[in-house]
């Protein structure tokens, strides 16, 4: 092997290593933001079940209900995330009496 072909070779082999330590570092954090929305989620399913029952909700949730037919409410339940974002969950459920 010449030493044009080892430098080819070894320029070769770094840039396979940067993509694969980019694609691992992407999958990363999409990993996190993952972990993130599932415990949003959980957290209002939580909390509409919390309302839906008549109780009160957290500080943590904004939770909206307003009537919408036939003895049918509107509830939705906004859940705050790192950096700005939110969950809104959205179900229709039985007026309260």
């Known amino acids: 092997m ?3 072909e ?15 330590l980019d694609a691992t570092r992407g999958a990363a954090a999409l990993q996190r933001k ?3 929305w599932t415990l949003a ?3 209002a399913e939580a909390e509409l079940a919390t309302v839906s029952s008549g109780d009160m909700a957290s ?5 909206a209900r307003r009537p919408w037919r036939d003895g049918l409410d509107i509830l939705e339940v906004d859940v705050p995330m790192a ?11 039985e007026r309260a009496p």
């Open 2 to 4: 010449t030493l044009l």
């Open 6 to 20: 080892s430098i080819i070779a070894s320029l070769l082999l770094a840039v396979t290593a940067v993509v694969c």
């Open 34 to 36: 993952s972990a993130a």
């Open 41 to 43: 989620v959980a957290h």
């Open 59 to 63: 500080r943590t949730a904004r939770v």
């Open 83 to 93: 950096g700005g974002t939110s969950f809104r969950l959205t179900r229709l459920v």
